[in-house]
């Protein structure tokens, strides 16, 4: 068994991690990843190696995933037969028991990706329990799962995994998330396994940068709704004034400015936000049958709500998000796929 532990710019509690592991799991392989810490940090990662873990080291720090990977490819050069890794977070926050309650699991289940999943009750940071939502209410939309604790960094995997794991997009916290995200259509499953949640000082050891990382995790959504709809916009308003100066027909520009610039988010969405799996061909039919039955919907829906006296601004708001979350979830699991 493989305890793979990122860090950068630890405190002691790295130190007190690795020694409860080898004390209540003498026979695991402890690999910890020094993320680009500087020199000033270099004392914690002396004492865990003296303690026995191999230390892997960065020379700036590359983020949690690039970390993760690094331990992956080690792994893979040094073993040859099917064994399990555990990842573990550097200040503490998994205990033991759940470490041993995780490993049990995952070696029950090659096929799994085993999630150590926090309850979140307690004294729990706002921004870990409102963030924990979020992406677990996103998950749920794009793939149809419900995962309770889609950023915990306790995971148990199998070694057969690595080749897999070595190929998915993301460097820092997006990385764990993307595991997930593309876990259902690669043929592994996903499995929860309760454990308690321990928040130390507020979690202030946390390097998670609100902004930026959100927007990495995020950044699927972000490029479906924004640059892919805005890119989108722009097309047909460009193409509906040349086509009107050329043909003086509104009804026809309408329709192939329409053609022209749904072509185009159907290009960007295959190759750049759903990284495209099945043929263009077939994926641009069922992306244009995907948009003739919305507008239609969008038609009616409207209509409906307008009907029952609400105003045609708030429907059009409600119907263009029920609509896009609909749409995401269709282009992703059924269109791309």
Known sequence: MYIIIPAYEPDQRLVKVVADIKNQLPQAHIILINDGS?????????????????????????????????????????????????????DGQHLIKDIISVAKTIKQNPNYIVLGARAFVGKVPARSRFGNRMTALLFSIVTGQKISDTQTGLRGLSTDLIPWLLKLRGERFEYEFNMLLEAKQSGYFIREVPIETVYLENNKSSHFRPIRDSIRIYSPFLKFSGGGAMLSAIIDALALFVLVALTHNLLLSVILARVISSSTQCLLNAKVVFNRTSPLFKSAVRYFMLVLVIMTCNYFMIKAMVGIGIGLVIAKLLTETILFLVSYRVQNSLVFN
Do not use: C, W
Not at 53 to 82: C, D, M, P, W
């Open 38 to 90: 500087s020199p000033l940090y270099q004392n914690f990662y002396d004492d865990s190696q003296r303690l026995g873990a191999t230390v892997l080291e960065h020379s700036e720090n590359r983020g949690k995933g690039a970390a993760l990977k690094t331990a992956f490819s080690y792994i893979a050069k040094v073993n040859k037969s099917q064994d399990v890794m555990i990842t573990v977070d550097s």
